[in-house]
């Protein structure tokens, strides 16, 4: 069974661009509906939205609504160009994480032969317009953000890399959909059924992976840039209506598209046992949806559950743990791949 | 003053240095913070000067009086029975034993003793507006640490307590329920099982709270060794309540001063730590909130029967005199001086509030710390704004 349309590249382009820029806010609803609002709010007795729409699902949607029609404030003394443009680099660098996301074997936008390369270059340039924000808004709290997170991706940046490393040694690739493609074929100990999820051989790797991926999205044990009882809201601070929602919708954006890698390196991605040819293609989002839900579950999980570690607390269990712990892995896994 | 901890000390050189490198180009010259009086960790309108170097404190200035309302003052303009709205307003969270220590320095000064019921009452209100002031802490130290979760579960179980408020004076958080000579009114029916009820919920609470930030790594962290007040220092800057406690003076009004209410009659302790860090801050009160409950419980088992208001004139007028009385509130010590020339009203009020003396120390052991210890520190403190400010 094959699609005979073809369509040229610019056509094929635009609706990779625009499917993917419906991804992005449908990414962010959805996250921040069912976690921030509802897991949250059931965690702490509390109900949560409740009034728009059947369970408050509408909730996010009206939000977003509500600071669309906000007042775009800039504040007295800041860059105004800079000031600007940062939630644009913020949203940029979650749009460009998309690219190289396989929900199914046909269904990704480019498959780079460097992709998670790729996608972990473009994760950290988040940081940049952070930086920007933090630096242009004339404010002390948001600089104080701002240097905090430059500072924490570059401790995270390190063991989120790392930890990849194995399972990049394991598949033989750095290319998303050949990771997927080699934990569908695999097996374990000769039972192939289930494929070969590389959370069984590189579970130590997914934990400094999570680890990394909270700290990398400032969720709280590692929220220190927008920590909101120290710097009122970090780098944000002086953001209002449409550009505060470009940081909102970037910071689950990434959330998503973080745990949808982290589904794909670990997880088996869009591979469902039994499941494969054009069908999966079908089932390929649905089954990577379900993945992402799993790990976003646990990265929120902690996020409501711990208290927030201190600047230089949180540098050490970077440098002093988590980078030591993954290169350890690495050299184990070295070692297993020689010996079988 | 001795210097304890290592940053402290490294801190005192370093604000030495930056005062002397003034006139150096190349240094950088640190940043003047302002926390508040709009921020969201100061619950209020407290203002704290911080001057940085990097995110190390050099020195910080709390800036106090943005929500002075004058009660010292109002208090000249109102008669007796009048003023207990007023104070009510001082500590809010602790409603109910803001309004005993005067109304028991207007009871010395009248030579009244309210009766045996409405003294027991009377403590188990207090102990409760304890109850629901320091929960509220212990859930909201987690909050300005950063986890979320705690406050909610602090708000839900306040709850309780305030109910049993409302269901006696009708105010969850004015009660205006104690009077000249006794109270009010006397309980509803069916209140005392309900509110031994509360009474093991609070316990479960507390257990709770102990489960959930105590027991976690991080919250032991970034607590211990945090903002050590050594014991001298504390008595020095007048702390008071569970922050002096935790400092290791074993000191409580309760116990210590003859009172006529009834905290003689039951089995309880007063908990100190060795400490004197935010950990030690936060575990006192945890203990005490427990205490609390535990003393609620054996005054309602023994509650005496009897009237609960003494015969007092309709017509309040306080003799002529002077009277000083203080209790151990939730925040610390709290007291009022009562200059009576005769009138209808007070002639002068002093009050004094234990948050104004407890936060006197910021300058002391905000220095050299961090600026996320800052939050720490000012949580564990615990002061409520309107007590600063009275």
Known sequence: MTFAVELAYWQTTTIKVLVVLGVIPVAAIVLGYVFLLKMMSHMQSRLGPMEAGPHGTLQLVADGLKFIQKEDIFPDRSDRFVFGLAPVVVLMSTFLLYIVIPAGPRLVVEDLDTGVFFALAVSSLSVLGVLMAGWSSANKYSLIGALRAAGQLIAYELPLVLAVVGVVMQAGTMSLQGIVRAQSEGEIFGIGFLGNPFIFTQFVGFAVFLLAAQAELSQTPFDMPVAESELVAGFMTEYTGFRFLFFFMSEFGSAFALSAIGATLFLGGWHFPGIGGSLADVTGPLVLGAKVMLVAFFIFWFRFTFPRLREDQLQAVAWKYLIPISLANILVTGVLKVLF | ?390
């Open chain 2, 1 to 390: 003053m001795t210097l304890t901890t290592e940053r402290q000390q490294s801190a005192y050189v370093s604000s030495q240095a930056a005062d002397a490198r003034v006139n150096i180009e190349l240094e950088t010259e640190g940043m003047t913070l302002n926390i508040g009086p709009q921020h969201p960790a100061t619950h209020g309108t407290l203002r704290i000067v911080v001057r940085l170097d990097g995110e190390q404190v050099l020195w910080a200035e709390p800036v106090c009086g943005y929500m002075h309302r004058g009660y010292e003052k109002l208090c000249e303009v109102r008669t007796y029975p009048q003023v207990t709205t007023l104070v009510n307003r001082i500590d809010w969270l602790g409603h109910f034993a803001n309004e005993v220590p005067f109304i028991l320095a207007a009871e010395k000064l009248m030579e009244i003793e309210a009766p045996e019921r409405a003294q027991w009452l009377r403590t188990v209100f207090f102990e409760m507006a304890r109850i629901a002031n320091v929960s509220l802490f212990l859930g909201d130290m987690g909050v300005q640490l950063g986890a979320l979760t705690p406050v909610f579960y602090a708000f839900r179980d306040r709850e309780y307590v305030l109910n049993l408020m409302e269901a006696v004076t009708g105010g969850r958080f004015h009660p205006n329920f104690d009077r000249i000579g006794g109270l009010k009114e006397d309980l509803p029916k069916g209140w005392v099982a309900e509110a031994k009820r509360v009474m093991t919920r609070v316990q479960s609470f507390c257990d709770q709270m102990e489960d959930l930030l105590m027991g976690n790594e991080i919250f032991d962290r970034r607590c211990r060794g945090i903002g050590v007040i050594p014991a001298s220092v504390g008595l020095e800057y007048g702390m008071s309540g569970a922050n002096i406690r935790a400092s290791g003076v074993d000191w409580d009004l309760r116990r210590d001063e003859d009172s006529p209410l009834a905290w003689k009659h039951c089995d309880w302790k007063v908990w100190t730590h060795a400490d004197g860090d935010a950990f030690a801050r936060y575990w006192v009160r945890l203990q005490e909130t427990r205490e609390a409950a535990k003393i609620v419980v054996q005054l309602l088992d023994g509650l005496p029967s009897g009237p609960i208001q003494a015969k007092v004139p309709r017509i309040i007028k306080v003799p002529a005199g002077e009277a000083w009385a203080h209790t151990e509130n939730p925040l610390g010590e709290m007291g009022y001086y009562v200059v009576s020339k005769g009138g209808l009203g007070p002639f002068r009020v002093k009050i004094r509030s234990a948050s104004f003396n407890n936060i006197s120390v910021i300058p002391w052991v905000l220095r050299g710390v961090f600026v996320p210890d800052v939050i720490t520190i000012l949580a564990s403190l615990y002061f409520i704004l309107g007590d600063i400010d009275r």
